[in-house]
């Protein structure tokens, strides 16, 4: 029986434990939290205004000859006004961070606005002045006529760790002033609409009315621009979305200083690695940006990336997936000279590369169709010479050969199809019928192979293992 008795308690102590760590964790509330961050949030309104028709004008009023019956149609109000396009209205929200009126937002939530309104947490509006705003990162700055207002201090992002809790503050339909709170779920996630950011998940209630407003750490300090939700419904769903503070208030300083925002810019097109692609590069892992393209001219070009290239390391931050590329790539101003470390098919080199400044986005990568084949070689690819024709339409494209049919399904699986331009096998260009040829009957059966594609103006790498020797 004695041992019965310690054993449980035991058992409570070591629940009691339990309990009080969950306590530690867990705050009893973030009342005050909320109480000293509530005033800098505001409330945004805007408006897009309507068609603004000639008032000496009546198209409304209908020809002469419709019957009296019919005339009322023509003139629902019944006043004989001409009238246009309604106004449209949105709205959002944001967050002060300069007492003298300095207000930052989203850009989505401004975009095209020709009237916006702030509403402060003490129910004063002023109408403000747009300063800029960045579609890429999703920011605008906006400016109040105002003074000695309650503004909310930066925090730092980078320390954020997946599990801790954090606030969002906002008008949720309208709701203004609305408090949510959960966990950050990840870091670093990536949209293609937001390439140059590495978006902050969190569980936070977030839904329409949101966006601007700030996601607040247990300090009180804003750590993220609560920007995006990923729902079927519209509504929140557990998927919410931030821009890093760090992100945002890069933007905000070249908005104020240059009225836009410059951004580094490396040349290429990237993509991720899978296993087979990493053992085809000769990597331990799948892990890197994969180089399918380098723009001619291009600041990559200049320092010497080639496609194949395993981009591993920017100016001494690792890359770990090859999403990891354009926001680092994009914080660094246009001009400075960074170190890039790269995979060369396993051989491992650092490269000293001078940033240009990214005029436009580059564009996606495609896929063609897909067709039968009949066994042909070890790759289970039937291929056939460009005709003149064809080297014309395909603008960019030096050397290769078009696939005319897939025959291995481990080929097919790897996404390649009929109609796509083989350039390159296990870094070895194909220029010719005989080169292909010849690079195929070298390939040992049953190991990785990395191939270079060219499809719907874009070229990428994809690696498979070919079933069996033809």
């Known amino acids: 029986m004695n041992h019965r008795l310690k054993l449980i308690r035991h058992a409570a102590l070591a629940a009691a434990l339990l309990l009080g760590a969950a306590a530690q964790a867990m705050p009893d509330d973030f009342a005050d939290v909320v109480e000293d961050t509530i005033p800098a949030v505001v409330n945004i309104e805007t408006t897009r205004f309507g068609d603004r028709p000639d008032p000496d004008a009546n ?87 105002a003074e000695d207002l309650p503004t909310l201090d930066y925090g730092d992002s980078s320390t954020l760790r997946p599990g801790e809790w954090v606030i969002a503050i906002g008008s949720p339909f309208r709701f203004e002033q609305s408090v949510t709170a959960g966990i950050v779920s990840a870091k670093g996630r990536s949209q ?24 607040i750490d247990r300090n009180g300090q804003v750590v993220g621009i609560n920007s995006w939700i990923l729902s079927a419904s519209g509504g929140n769903i557990g998927l919410s979305f931030s821009i890093p503070i760090e992100t945002a208030e890069d933007t905000v300083e070249q908005l104020l200083e240059y009225g836009r925002v410059a951004r580094g810019y490396l040349g290429v097109g990237i993509q991720g690695l899978n296993r087979e692609q990493a053992d085809a590069m000769g990597l331990d892992r799948p892990v890197g940006a994969l180089v399918n393209r380098v723009e001619p001219g291009s600041a990559a070009e200049e320092a010497g990336i080639e496609a194949g290239d395993v981009i ?35 051989d491992e080199r650092t490269l000293t590369v001078e940033l240009a400044e990214r005029e436009e986005a580059p564009t996606d990568d495609g896929r063609g169709p897909a067709s039968d084949a009949t066994p042909t070689n070890t790759l289970g690819l039937t291929v056939e010479p460009l005709t003149e024709g064809q080297r014309r339409q395909l603008e960019g494209v030096d050397g290769g050969v078009m696939i005319t049919a897939v025959e291995s399904d481990a080929a097919y699986r790897a996404g390649i199809r009929r109609g796509q331009v083989l350039q390159m096998i296990n870094n070895r260009p194909i220029d010719s019928m005989e080169a292909f040829r010849a690079i195929v009957e070298d390939l040992e059966p049953g190991r990785s192979v990395a191939v270079l594609l060219w499809s719907n103006g874009s070229s990428r790498f994809v690696a498979y293992t070919p079933e069996a020797e033809r």
């Open 59 to 145: 198209p409304s009023q209908p020809p002469d000859d419709v019957p009296e019956l019919f005339r009322r149609f023509f003139d629902p109000y019944g006043d004989g006004m001409p009238r246009g396009r309604p106004d449209q209205q949105g709205g959002g929200s944001g967050f002060i961070v300069r007492a003298d009126g300095l207000v930052v937002t989203n850009h989505h939530v401004i975009e095209d606005a020709d009237e916006i309104i702030v509403r402060l947490a003490d129910r004063r509006e002023f109408v403000a002045e747009l300063v800029g705003s960045d579609a890429e990162t999703d920011v605008a700055v906006l400016k109040i006529d």
């Open 312 to 346: 591993l390391e920017v100016a001494g931050r690792p890359i770990e997936v090859f999403s990891d590329l354009p926001p680092i790539v994009g914080s660094i101003r246009p001009g400075e000279e960074i170190e890039v470390r790269i995979s060369r098919w396993g």
């Open 192 to 215: 293609a609409q937001q390439q140059y950011v590495p978006f902050i998940q969190s569980d936070v209630a977030i839904n329409r009315g949101n966006s601007g407003g700030p996601l």
